[in-house]
């Protein structure tokens, strides 16, 4: 009989603050975290805007000689990780090493360092490279150092599925879980890829937004006026532990994961099948898996991420699979706020997915002017709701036709 997991502890950092509960608050009011880009001079680029963790000072957490020896993305993981061990009341010491893991989702991983080192070997020569650029920049970086820091030696590797990275990466814990194989996984997603070759990269795509001049409206989900998503950084970081293991040590518990749908689009490298089979069968599987009909789902945290073909699609997806119940969702997009986190979005999102379940709130898709053409479901333009949330569903897709659907639910002892 397969075991159930539960959440005891979450940790968040973007654009719109350094822990959960601020970043929480934030979504619920509805703030912007997008702006000019500061951690680089953007001025030769077309697309200058991004949602940067502002003001960031991993020291404060990290012993500073170590920080130094980590990309940004694994310090963000590191700080979210510390948070979320601490807000679950876990003491490592006391706990079993070999039945405890880490995963944790990335997409891109070092790429800041990769360019700095690169920089460094075409203009002064390879004696110059710093010795420390391979494990500086491998995503997998990220789950080593926290197992390091809490001294855990199960399962333990990295996620990598482009936007769908930290959706797998908890996922993929939760099977473990199940399975008998871990008692507890501190697992998400991270990503920390605004720099000047990146952001480059996705403008030459036409992937990203050009409303360098109003940056808080450029994030627009669902909208009319959407002309791309808008990239953020940052982590989150959940704790999932098998019920008994959370009960025996009186574990406070946000909620239940219940479902866990993966599947592949087998169709493009960047664009979704428009006809959505592989969302479709993400969401299906989830359910299944769950034991939910489809009446039982109240919120569905969407990938939404403010592209034209990305918010058609997931909207058509949603309808397929839901049916007449389509229209009784409530529906939002995390990115709105705080930019598209790339392999660090899924581990994001199913925090705010949870705090939607623990609270009973749904934040709001901000800058929802005029729904665009296909986009006709109930995406909570304005102002945050209040309901009871006993089912919620976040979804996560990336390129190469990666699709994850993660369904949690109110704990029920």
């Known amino acids: 009989m397969d075991r159930r997991v539960v959440v005891t502890g979450t940790g968040l950092i973007s654009a719109l603050g350094q822990d959960a509960s601020s970043n929480w608050q934030g979504l619920l009011a509805g703030e912007n975290g997008i702006d000019k880009i500061t951690n680089f001079d953007p001025s030769e680029l077309p697309v200058q805007i991004s949602a940067e963790v502002k ?30 061990v601490s807000d679950s009341g876990i003491d490592f010491e006391k706990e079993n090493p070999d039945r405890s893991g880490v995963i944790v989702g990335v997409g891109i991983g070092g790429i800041k360092i990769w360019e700095q080192e690169l920089e460094k070997f075409l203009n002064q020569g390879p004696r110059r490279v710093s010795p ?24 333990n590797f990295c996620s990598v599925s482009a936007c769908a ?32 070759c990146s952001v480059a990269a996705f403008s030459n795509m036409r992937a990203i937004s050009r409303r360098n001049d109003e940056p808080a409206r450029a994030s627009r989900p669902f909208d009319a006026d959407r002309d791309g998503f808008v990239m953020g950084e940052g982590s989150g970081i959940l704790i999932l532990e098998e019920l008994e293991h959370a009960r025996k040590r009186g574990a406070a518990i946000y909620a239940e994961l219940v479902g866990y749908g993966l599947s592949g689009d087998a169709y493009h490298m960047t664009a979704p099948d428009p006809e959505g089979r592989g969302p479709r069968l993400a969401m299906k599987m989830a359910l299944e898996e769950a034991e939910l009909n ?12 403010s ?8 909207t058509m ?16 997009s995390t990115k709105s706020m705080i930019g598209h986190l790339l392999g660090g979005a899924g581990g994001a999102e199913a925090v705010v997915s949870i705090l939607s379940i623990r609270d009973g709130k749904v934040h709001p898709t901000r800058n929802l002017e005029k729904p665009g053409e296909g986009c006709d479901l109930d995406y909570i333009p304005g102002q945050a709701r209040e309901k009871k949330i006993g089912v919620a569903i976040s ?18 002892g």
Not at 173 to 193: H, N, P, R, W, Y
Not at 307 to 314: A, F, S
Request: glycine residues 10%; hydrophobic residues 40%; negative net charge.
């Open 165 to 196: 990275s930290g959706a797998h990466a908890v996922g993929t814990s939760f099977e473990l879980i199940k399975q008998g194989k871990a008692d507890l996984m501190v697992t998400g997603g991270t990503e920390a890829a605004i720099t000047a």
């Open 55 to 84: 003001d960031f000072d991993p020291s404060e957490r990290i012993d500073f000689k170590k920080a130094k020896r980590m990309d940004r993305f694994c310090q963000f993981a590191l700080w979210a990780s510390q948070e979320a």
């Open 294 to 305: 489809t009446e039982d789902v109240d919120y569905v945290n969407a990938h939404g991420t």
């Open 395 to 412: 979804n996560s897709f990336g390129f190469g036709g990666h699709n994850v659907t993660l369904a949690f639910k109110g704990f029920e």
């Open 132 to 155: 420390m650029l391979i494990p500086m920049m491998i995503p997998d970086m990220a789950s080593g150092l926290i197992s390091i820091e809490f001294g855990i030696r199960g399962p």
């Open 307 to 314: 592209t034209e073909l990305n918010d058609k699609m997931e």
């Open 317 to 332: 997806a949603i309808r397929k699979v839901f049916d007449q119940h389509a229209d009784k969702l409530w529906i939002s």
